[in-house]
DNA sequence: CTAGGGGACTGAACAGTGTTCATAATAAAG
DNA sequence: CTTTATTATGAACACTGTTCAGTCCCCTAG
């Protein structure tokens, strides 16, 4: 905590210059602005110019330190892993590892405003983050699934948590500008399902009552399930498709 | 097909006004030059500015027809399904049925520059698109698999098809901005895998050669019969989770 | 035929965006 | 103290979505 606004000591030498020891700027207090603005404004709303405002700078001065806007963003998404731990494989257990993993990892796209936004569009191959990819093929792999299924499973993983996550933060700000609450939001929803009529739509109808639920965290689960099924079906089958390229169409 | 640039016959009482009949402004007409302008340009080019230089037109004049950019963009997604065919529900067939529909529903989002990222943030939610989503769950219940898997089944597949297609239009947009193609791109991820130090990226090293394959279409496959695989272990299961709400963490 | 009402369209403006560049201020090095 | 390199500034450019007073034109009513 430094206490900014405080008058310089007669005791101490005065240094030369007007603000003693300003803050310097860096990529890190950019981005450290960059997520307040994102908080409070939301993704849409990031501009360079709020960033500036934020740290009392003028925007030309954010390009010193970084090349583009999608710079900061690329920034802001590595910034998303950091702490974010993956236990080492265990074959015993790698579907509650996975299950884990995908629990934590929405948990964080959820934490923070928007930031399943910032994180659709972004692959995590860049080098501050392959370790983490690293570390969860580690846990995939310890299941013993074929290397074919192993390539894509991680993949497919961070796209059903992502697409669910996007989804849901939509329905956040669907709500948010409507003024009311998911709980009314569902229940419209669910009512307007239920009014449609049957003779053209008999299964939506059928299915109005759980289309939305109270919480997401059960459709979540459902689906994570239904991934880790399939990829546990492949386990001690041989590598799919050795012979791919050919064989993937019309049969 | 009218054909606009005919001159008037001589024997047809000509209109007072110069411009004869001209092609009044319609959202058909707008979405029309909407797309030529996605195409062209790209999503992130894509502005009202340059939908009315496509007509010929002020931008204000656009918003007589479309309340929104928001508007016409829904309007775009809206008329991407125009033509979609989903079969009569087989119950025999029905996994067969998903897929040729998974197939169809990549190949459109590809078809046009940007769709995927078009797609990608909207719900097909709306009365012109619910009887889409109603075949789509017409052929999944046709299976038998338990309801609450069906309900969220639409969701998960039309997720991983939407987020397959972004990431693949993503790497399209990254070696079309290299101006490489996308063999050579491939070619240097995967040697760049697999020259990571193996002591630290033993997984990915090993899994280098196939991390990316030469056409996506088997990793979508595959995928996709993972998806479906976990799909079909619930057949013949009762509802899982009657009791939700409560019992979806932990054990 | 004229008068007028109403919808489609225009042009200009507002407030904002990402990005660049010559210039100024500052810090470090000689 | 002077030189040099870095960092920050302010203004500018070329855009963006959106609004609004006014104009044009067509159709209808008288």
């Given at each position: 905590m430094t206490q900014p606004d405080m008058p310089t000591p007669p005791w101490e030498r005065p240094p030369r210059r007007r603000t003693p020891a300003r803050v310097p700027l860096t990529r890190e207090r950019i981005v450290d602005a960059a997520f307040t603005i994102l908080d409070r404004e939301g993704y849409d709303r990031l501009s360079?110019?709020?960033?500036?405002?934020?740290?009392?700078?003028?925007v030309s001065a954010l390009y010193v330190h970084v090349r583009d806007k999608d710079d900061l963003l690329q920034l802001m998404y590595t910034r998303m892993f950091e702490g974010y731990e993956i236990p080492e494989p265990d074959p015993e257990h790698w579907q509650e590892q996975?299950?884990?993993?995908?629990?934590?990892?929405?948990?964080?796209?959820?934490?923070?405003?928007?930031?399943?936004?910032?994180?659709?569009?972004?692959?995590?191959?860049?080098?501050?983050?392959?370790?983490?990819?690293?570390?969860?093929?580690a846990v995939l792999g310890a299941s013993g699934m074929p290397r074919r299924v192993l390539a894509i499973s991680g993949d497919m993983l961070s796209t059903y948590i992502n697409g669910f996550a996007l989804e849901e933060s939509l329905w956040q700000q669907r709500y948010r500008e409507a003024h009311t609450?998911?709980?009314?939001?569902?229940?419209?929803?669910?009512?307007?399902f239920a009014s449609l009529p049957p003779d053209r739509f008999p299964n939506l109808v059928a299915l109005a009552d759980i289309m939305m639920d109270e919480s997401n965290d059960y459709r979540f689960?459902?689906?994570?399930?239904?991934?880790?099924?399939?990829?546990?079906?492949?386990?001690?089958?041989p590598d799919p498709g050795e012979e791919h390229g050919e064989t993937h169409g019309e049969s």
């Open positions: 360079m110019r709020q960033v500036a405002a934020e740290l009392g700078v003028a996975v299950r884990d993993f995908a629990r934590r990892a929405r948990e964080r796209l959820l934490s923070r405003r928007d930031l399943a936004k910032l994180a659709m569009g972004h692959v995590p191959f860049t080098p501050e983050l392959l370790p983490y990819v690293e570390r969860l093929m609450s998911w709980h009314k939001l569902r229940e419209e929803i669910n009512e307007y689960e459902l689906g994570l399930e239904i991934i880790l099924r399939g990829l546990a079906s492949y386990i001690g089958e």
